[in-house]
Structure formats: C-alpha cells, structure tokens
C-alpha cells in the first residue's frame, strides 16, 4: 500500500477497554499492512504494553494512539503524554529477563515534544524477502 | 472526546469507558470498525446476539458515510462508543454532505430501516453545522428486545 492517507485514531478513556480495542485495531492494521504473522504479534504485544503502561502517563484521561498504516509496516504515535511520559513508558515496558520490549521490537523509536506534552512514536516494518 | 465522557469515566458503578475511533472514510476501515465492536462485545460481556445486531447496524450507519458523505472529497469516520450500564450508544458521524437521498441510489434503500430494526432506539441528530451524527443505542439484554416485541 503506497497511499498516503490520515492516520486511524483510537482514543480510549484509560479503564479495562484500553488493551481489548487498542490490540484489535493494532492487529487489524498490522493485517493489512501485509506483515507478516511473527511481525503482526509483534505489533499486537507492543500494543498490549502501551495499553497497560501508557494510563499512567497520558496527560489527560484518555489514551490516544494514531496509527497508520503502510507498505509492510505500521507506525503508532501515544500522546498526548505528560512531559517525561515517553521515556517512562518505554522504561515501565521493561520485562526482567527480557529487557525493554518496546526497544527491542521497535524498527524506529522516538520521543517527540510539544509544549508540555510529548508523543511516542513506534514505528514496526518488515524488511525481509518472503 | 466529549466532555461527558470524562465524567462519565469516574462515575462509581460505570467501570467501562468511551472508545472513539476516527478514520478515513474508507470502504476497507469500516471492517476496523466491525473488529473494533467484537472486541469490545467479548471485553464487556455482550450476548453474542446483541453484537450481531450491533455490528450489522453500524455497519449500515458507517456505510453509509462512505458511499454518501464525501462525494468530491475524502473525509473522515468517527464513531463514538459508550457503554453504559443497561445498554451501548454507538454515535457514527461524518463532517461531509451529511445524510439524505443519494442520486446514485441503485440498491433497496434499506440502511435507515434496518438500523431503526436492529436498534432499540435510534436518532439523527442535526444540530450539527455540517455532516451527518446518527446515535443509535441498543439493550445489553435481550429483554428489552422481548418486552417490545410483545
């Protein structure tokens, strides 16, 4: 999928719903960005982490993902966080034994800054041959 | 997000939540709102029933937006989630030509019918400036279903 288009927004006041409808629409977009499956759990677990560990920084009551969408690969932007909220998600996605999940599964990371609050952009691709 | 959704998040015994979904008004995303709703179902116990009919009527409602709203244009799809305690209000909105007769209409013309069938109840809201806001709002048990059958 070549287009450019807007981003699919979810935006999910922070409670139990948060990881069911955040990891569908993940996981539907993953779909059709044609990854493949080993990429797509990848896509649907760092889901997952952002909808149990991004309700303690968000800057207002809801979680906001933007997601687009492409040609294998599919990009989340979280925030409005609060100021420092980027960092702390990627620290609180930590698993002991494993390491920092976000960071390893991520193909780009960054942490954008917009007045007082910041965004945390996940970028997933698949680069491989079939 | 609407205002009343924030309090209506903090009330005691409504431990749910609102979900807002905006996307391209595009034929492939109204799936993303057919998955959207199924998880949502299993996550707050809805009878499979109930999702059915919940499913087949947004879809109507967000058909709708993509074949009517945007002629000349692209534009978006929101769709508004609120579960309640006895029942989910679904509001499909656009910001386009809003609803009326098509004059490409070829098909029955069965959207608004079948929506008004499935839904318990059912309104289009036309306060707003431009576009279409249907708000449809559906039972969480079939009893309602019942009672207004008989």
């Known amino acids: 999928m070549n287009r450019v288009e807007d981003p699919t927004r979810v935006s999910i006041v922070a409670g139990p719903l948060v990881g069911p409808v955040l990891r569908r629409v993940v996981g539907m977009l993953a779909a059709r960005a044609d990854l493949p499956l080993d990429r797509l759990d990848d896509a649907v677990l760092v889901a997952d982490?952002?909808?149990?560990?991004?309700?303690?920084?968000?800057?207002?009551?809801?979680?906001?993902?933007a997601l687009q969408s492409g040609d294998r690969s599919i990009d989340l932007c979280v925030g409005p966080l609060r100021r420092g909220g980027g960092r702390a998600l990627i620290v609180d996605a930590a698993v002991p034994g494993v390491g920092n999940v976000i960071e390893q599964l991520a193909d780009e990371l960054d942490i954008e800054s917009e007045g007082n609050h910041e965004f945390l952009h996940v970028r997933l691709s698949y680069n491989g041959a079939d | 997000?609407?205002?009343?959704?924030?309090?209506?998040?903090?009330?005691?015994?409504?431990?749910?939540?609102?979900?807002?979904?905006?996307?391209?008004?595009?034929?492939?995303?109204?799936?993303?709102?057919?998955?959207?709703?199924?998880?949502?179902?299993?996550?707050?116990?809805?009878?499979?029933?109930?999702?059915?009919?919940?499913?087949?009527?947004?879809?109507?409602?967000?058909?709708?937006?993509?074949?009517?709203?945007?002629?000349?244009?692209?534009?978006?799809?929101?769709v508004v989630v609120r579960p309640e305690e006895e029942r989910l209000e679904v509001v499909v909105a656009d910001s386009g030509k809003g609803m009326g007769p098509s004059p490409d209409r070829r098909g029955p013309g069965l959207g608004l019918p079948l929506i008004a069938a499935l839904a318990d109840s059912f309104d289009i809201d036309e306060s707003v400036s431009s576009g279409s806001r249907l708000v449809m709002s559906f039972a969480r048990t079939r009893r309602g279903r019942v009672m207004r059958a008989l």
């Open chain 1, 49 to 65: 982490l952002v909808a149990a560990r991004a309700p303690a920084h968000v800057a207002q009551s809801t979680v906001d993902v």
């Open chain 2, 1 to 78: 997000m609407a205002p009343s959704a924030h309090t209506r998040a903090g009330r005691p015994g409504a431990p749910e939540s609102d979900i807002r979904l905006t996307l391209p008004a595009r034929p492939e995303n109204i799936a993303v709102v057919r998955h959207m709703l199924g998880a949502l179902g299993q996550a707050i116990e809805l009878p499979p029933a109930i999702v059915d009919d919940v499913r087949l009527a947004v879809t109507e409602a967000c058909t709708n937006v993509v074949r009517h709203a945007y002629p000349d244009r692209s534009g978006t799809l929101d």
